[in-house]
């Protein structure tokens, strides 16, 4: 009596097919990312050259000679808020253009806003500011001995934006209404981009700017003047959401997935279709 045979083994038991499908798979999802996060730089940086410059604009800083009495004035009013915001009763101030202008020209912590951020006009419920602004321009490689880096040239933004000022959880941002660059036009893609402006971003961590800004309830504009507030027991109005400001960040992850699940449903199509074929092959 013969013993009966034992039973085939299966394909992928005896073949490395399977394993080096995946690879070819995981390999080829690499590459398309790649190869798509690399175009979709160039594209965007394309795009921002065609409304930017390679030179920054003079922006006028305001000058300080003959201001001291205006600026022991204002000096006075600051510290009177900051002084208020730790107390119990309603705390406000109002600031006109020139008020900001000076206090970006007199602080130290406000120096990296001199010569490309000027407030022209507070007006309605924005404001309008001058603005050279340096962004990253087309990646290049450069070299330095044997190192390498991918570095850009310098694009700027020389423009005016109208903005309304607003809060989030503990600063002051500012929702870009537009952006006018003369003889250009700065796509909408672009300006919902970079809305909302996080300008107080820097000075968070600032021992008294910080703290001050976590404070207020409202910031507006009335009358020509930016108007800072806190009323006690009062929720922000007109807060920025974490999502607002995370949202033009996350475009890109956005438009990257999608673009990846569309390419892995073609791999897999392909794959698909090529297996169904060698199955039916003799």
């Known amino acids: ?38 175009l979709t ?4 940086a394309d795009a921002i050259a065609a409304f930017t ?25 600051l510290e009177t808020f900051r002084q208020k915001l730790g ?22 912590p406000f120096q990296d806003l ?35 880096w991918i570095t850009s040239d310098p694009r700027y933004l020389n423009a005016t934006m109208e903005a309304r000022p607003a809060l989030t959880e503990k600063e002051i941002a500012l929702r870009i209404e537009s952006l006018d660059v003369p003889g250009k036009e700065v796509p909408v893609e672009f300006v919902e981009q ?14 008294v700017l910080g703290p001050a800004m ?14 800072l507030t806190r009323m006690p027991g009062e929720t922000p109005v007109h807060t920025i959401t974490d999502a607002e400001v995370d949202s033009a960040s996350s475009r890109f992850f956005v438009a990257l997935g999608i673009a990846a699940s569309a ?7 392909i794959l698909y279709i090529g297996l169904r074929a060698k199955a039916k092959a003799p």
């Open 1 to 38: 009596m013969k013993p009966e045979p034992s039973p085939p083994r299966a394909d992928s038991a005896r073949s490395p097919f399977a394993g080096c499908l995946i690879l070819i798979i995981a390999m080829a999802v690499m590459l398309f990312l790649i190869g798509f996060s690399t």
């Open 41 to 44: 730089l160039f594209r965007q």
């Open 53 to 77: 410059h390679d030179k920054p604009a003079p922006i006028e800083a305001t000058s300080l000679e003959d201001r001291e009495a205006d600026l022991n004035l204002l000096a006075e009013r």
């Open 87 to 108: 107390g119990e009763e309603p705390a406000s101030i109002s600031l006109s253009a020139d008020d900001l202008n000076l206090a970006i020209a007199a602080y130290d």
């Open 114 to 148: 001199r010569g490309n951020f000027r407030v022209q006009e507070v007006t309605g419920d924005l404001l309008r500011i001058a603005i050279s602004f340096r962004l990253n321009g087309k990646p290049r490689l450069t070299r330095n001995g044997e190192s390498g």
């Open 194 to 207: 970079m809305s909302p402006y996080r300008i107080t971003e820097r000075y968070l961590a600032d021992p």
């Open 214 to 227: 976590g404070k207020l309830t409202r910031v507006e504009v009335e009358d020509g003047r930016l108007v």
């Open 263 to 269: 390419f892995l449903l073609f791999v897999a199509v």
